[in-house]
Nanobody, 126 residues
Framework: QLQLVESGGGLVQPGGSLRLSCAASGFILDKYSIGWFRQAPGKEREGVSCIMRSGGSTYYADSVKGRFTISRDNAKNMVYLQMNSLKSEDTAIYYC???????????????????WGQGTQVTVSS
């Protein structure tokens, strides 16, 4: 069964850190580009970061650049999103998604991603 599962969300104070994980079953993740997206209450889903399948080139939205880091551990078949200096505006449900095409992950629309996880809630609040 092809599945992506996110974990690592939770409640954190402003300025704190969280590391989200995206685990894959039925996929060999290093063959695919992976994106992280988020959706805040009342807002549209937006792209946060992505990492290419080959070479590991990365992309970040301006709103998270310098605070978030995406990485992959191919041996563990995992992709991570390290989130530092969290702000209240980072509160959202975070999703990982898999892109089977070879296009630059930063250049494709979210509806071109083929598989999605169920999401993990991140709440930044004091």
């Amino acid at each position: 069964q092809l599945q992506l599962v996110e974990s690592g969300g939770g409640l954190v104070q402003p300025g704190g850190s969280l590391r989200l994980s995206c685990a894959a079953s039925g996929f060999i993740l290093d063959k695919y580009s992976i994106g992280w997206f988020r959706q805040a209450p009342g807002k549209e889903r937006e792209g946060v970061s992505c990492i290419m399948r080959s070479g590991g080139s990365t992309y970040y939205a301006d709103s998270v650049k310098g605070r978030f880091t995406i990485s992959r551990d191919n041996a563990k078949n995992m992709v991570y999103l390290q989130m530092n200096s969290l702000k209240s505006e980072d509160t959202a449900i975070y999703y990982c998604a898999l892109l089977t095409s070879g296009y630059q992950c930063a250049d494709v629309e979210e509806d071109e991603y083929d598989y999605w996880g169920q999401g993990t809630q991140v709440t930044v609040s004091s």
